[in-house]
């Protein structure tokens, strides 16, 4: 079962609700894709942190239905 | 004898100042992230210990919950997560694991 853009958007809102987020599909195949989350309450994390944020969105499907997620952190200004 | 799961990582962890839980080996990594993160930790040149999950299903499973880290591979230094494939990249591309490497003094090849 693979994912949508939409549905990693909805996933990573839920728990960034002020991220900004760009989402590319790397394989075709639903399951590789890249993020770039760009938020200012990642401020004062560190990027494990921040990228620990967006996995535990996913709560779960992440290394499963989600196989990967290229992800890329910034803080907003 | 270590019991738990936790203990078992515990013990992994203690045994050797870098570790990287991976699928496959080094030598045969099984996965393109772990084979990249391999790749990595030759370039910079140190010594470092692997587990492959995919031999121990159970470390595979504990370990994901140790680190509330769900993906691998996963690199440990110091017995601390330090990341997965996007930030060790991204620390080997701006020179901070290196940096790190020296900081933790860690033994080179």
């Not at chain 2, 870098?18 to 699928?23: A, E, G, W």
Request: aromatic fraction near 8%; hydrophobic fraction near 40%.
């Amino acid at each position: 079962m693979a994912m949508t853009i939409e549905e990693i958007e909805q996933f990573i809102i839920t728990a960034v609700p002020d991220a900004k987020i760009e989402v590319t599909d790397m394989g075709g195949d639903g399951e590789h894709y890249s993020a770039v989350v760009t938020a200012a309450s990642f401020k004062g994390l560190s990027r494990l942190a921040q990228h620990r944020l967006v996995y535990d969105a996913f709560g779960g499907r992440m290394g499963e239905e989600l196989h990967a997620l290229k992800l890329t952190t910034r803080i907003a200004e | 004898m270590a019991d738990t799961i936790n203990d078992r990582i515990k013990e992994i962890l203690e045994k050797s100042p870098v570790v990287l839980f991976m699928k496959g080996t080094p030598l045969f990594p099984q996965c393109g992230f772990s084979n990249q993160v391999v790749a990595i930790l030759n370039n910079i040149g140190i010594e470092y210990d692997s587990v492959d999950v995919l031999q121990d299903p159970e470390i595979r499973q504990g370990i994901k919950v140790y680190s509330d880290w769900p993906t691998f591979p996963q690199l440990y230094i110091k017995g601390e997560l330090v990341g997965g494939c996007d930030i060790i990249t991204e620390m080997f591309e701006n020179g901070e694991l290196a940096e790190l490497a020296q900081k933790e003094n860690i033994a080179r090849k």
